[in-house]
């Protein structure tokens, strides 16, 4: 079935070379574009698209005041545009808040290298927002979140891995907003390109009561602390002595991503074992389903999220197929069965 796309940005070229892209691909077919909201928005009603694809930034009204308004009055599945800024950085995440299911980085108009992968990223985006759910949006809810979960002493043992792709910039602020400052170390992997994981993780700083931070190379793995892999960089836990340490690096992508959860998960497997706890979020396609299994083998408890609160029911999916998660939880319960895990000394529990 042929996937039906609108594209909006008030570039001329722009709105030409992802028409050209996009079509590229048999599977899609670009029904029309506009070069502003106001015209997106009788398009919108007139060729009903299956997908928007949505400039953050444009004149007479910008593409978040926009976001707002669809998602509250007929949400549909929206992938923004984004250019690489600090400003755009901000604005796009405040999108996904919104309820955009993804992004993709504004095309470079006369350059053609890289330009393949370009396009494969874009179709695979657009499919799984083709097939993603989408819920109507109030206000309210993109800034509603639950405080941390009040817990008595927890296992100073465990670390915490967690993987996501589409739609987990907002599963990993809902499970990390409800950790306590006294959890143990979280190592989160979530497919981003570079430029973005900063500004990630800065936001997710200012919303929960762990520190979160862009992690670093060779820096020491500390309690009360969630470190993000940088966009472009696979991470790993590694030891040091009784420590451990983060080891980033920029071998090949795992999955065709990098960073990859696998890579993470595969490093808690060597260095962890029994006292990790592995957690894959919301995304496409199987990245980490093969390394939450070789973590469950080795004695790590493992959970995924349920399909009827994932937006894109992807890589849980396969993790449960190949037999790799012992539960599987709504993401709004999530958080509270781990810290319950941790509470415990890390014993099974049963749910």
């Known amino acids: 079935m042929t996937i039906r796309v609108l594209v909006v940005d008030d570039s001329a070229l722009v709105r ?61 599945p929206v992938v923004m545009i984004s250019s690489l800024t600090e400003k755009g950085n901000e604005i796009t995440l405040r999108a996904l808040e919104l309820g955009a299911i993804d992004f993709i980085t504004k095309p470079k108009v006369g350059i053609s290298e890289g330009l393949h992968e370009y396009s494969i990223d874009i179709h695979n985006k657009l499919r799984a927002a083709a097939s993603a759910r989408v819920a109507r949006r109030t206000p309210a809810v993109a800034k509603a979140a639950s405080g941390p979960i009040k817990t008595v002493r927890l296992s100073s043992e465990k670390l915490v891995f967690v993987g996501a792709s589409t739609g987990g910039t907002e599963a990993i602020r809902v499970f990390l907003q409800q950790m306590p400052s006294s959890a143990p170390a979280i190592l989160i992997t979530q497919h981003m390109p570079p430029g973005f994981t900063r500004s990630f993780a800065d936001r997710l700083n200012s919303l929960c009561a762990m520190h979160v931070k862009e992690a670093e190379d060779h820096e020491r793995v500390l309690p009360g602390h969630a470190y993000i892999a940088p966009g472009g960089r696979h991470m790993r836990i590694a030891r040091s002595g009784a420590n451990y340490l983060i080891s980033l690096s920029d071998d090949a992508p795992v999955n065709r991503h990098r960073p990859s959860v696998d890579v993470l998960f595969d490093s808690a497997t060597q260095h962890v074992a029994r006292n990790a706890v592995g957690v894959i979020l919301t995304g496409m396609g199987r990245d980490g389903a093969a390394g939450l299994l070789e973590m469950k083998n080795a004695g790590a408890t493992t959970f995924a999220q349920d399909e009827a609160s994932c937006v894109v029911f992807g890589m849980p999916k396969e993790a449960i197929l190949l037999h790799a998660v012992d539960h599987v939880l709504p993401l709004s319960q999530m958080a509270e069965h781990v810290v319950a895990l941790l509470a415990h000394g890390g014993r099974s529990l049963r749910i």
């Open 16 to 76: 030409k070379l992802l028409t050209e892209i996009i079509q590229s691909d048999p599977a899609f077919e670009v029904v029309g574009t506009a070069p502003n909201p106001i015209v997106a928005r009788q398009l919108i009603k007139d060729l009903n698209p299956d997908v928007l694809t949505l400039d953050v930034e444009m004149p007479q009204m910008d593409g978040i005041d926009f976001l707002e308004r669809l998602m509250r009055l007929r949400p549909m």
